[in-house]
């Protein structure tokens, strides 16, 4: 299985501070890397899809980037909305696998 | 507008079965190389993911879980139903559904998701 290692387990910031998330893959993904937020009590939404495309009605403010076993979600000015926890989730082959999981926090 | 909701017993005994159904609705399942995959997450944890039914009925299973699961659907009535076999505490946790699109491999609409205990 290929295994998603994700960083930091949790943040504390502001609003309006940059924050930046990173996953790493055991293994060569290419670009089959997603990023979704949660929400308590909420199924996940899927913001990044294939590494850095933003999915549809998602704010600009979230960008991912990388390739290959690194990558990293960056949000570039936070908002009270966007404190939540955020997850990676590799897709190059099966069985499907998931990061740990990022807590973003108001400071 | 599409969705998607789980549906299920919210409490199971320990060696049970574990029976859950996702309802969808706005789905093509045309695309052979779309489909609905089931995801669980136990409390505070990450998640997990266990099976995806494409809608040609080709199918995918975690290898860890495999022996206990099964998945199937019926596209005539919108649904796609998980069978989870001798339920332990550990299985405990939120199942979601998720519709998985073509092409890009993610899960793009996800159901909200059914709290599942596992009890005596």
């Known amino acids: 299985d290929i295994q998603m290692t994700q960083s930091p387990s949790s943040v504390s910031a502001s609003v309006g501070d940059r924050v930046t998330i990173t996953c790493r893959a055991s293994?060569?993904?290419?670009?089959?890397l997603a990023w979704y937020q949660q929400k308590p009590g909420k199924g996940p939404n899927l913001l990044i899809y294939t590494a850095s495309g933003l999915q549809s009605g998602v704010p600009s403010r979230f960008r991912g980037s990388g390739s290959g076993t690194d990558f990293t979600l960056t949000i570039t000015s936070l908002q009270p909305e966007d404190f939540a926890t955020y997850f990676c989730?590799?897709?190059?082959?099966?069985?499907?696998?998931f990061g740990q999981g990022t807590k973003v926090d108001i400071k | 507008q599409i969705t998607l909701k789980e549906s299920g017993p919210t409490l199971v005994k320990p060696t049970e079965t574990l029976t859950l159904t996702c309802t969808f609705s706005g789905l093509s399942t045309s695309d052979s190389a779309a489909g609905v995959g089931w995801i669980r997450q136990p409390p505070g944890q990450a998640l997990e993911w266990l099976a995806l039914i494409y809608w040609d009925d080709d199918k995918r299973y975690s290898p860890s879980l495999e022996s206990r699961l099964t998945i199937t659907k019926d596209t005539s009535e919108n649904q796609v139903v998980l069978t989870m076999r001798d339920m332990d505490p550990v299985d405990t946790a939120t199942y979601y559904c998720a519709h998985r699109r073509t092409g890009l491999r993610d899960f793009d609409y996800w159901g909200q998701g059914t709290l599942v205990t596992v009890s005596s």
């Open positions: 989730h590799q897709s190059d082959s099966f069985p499907y696998t």
């Open positions: 293994q060569d993904i290419g670009t089959w």
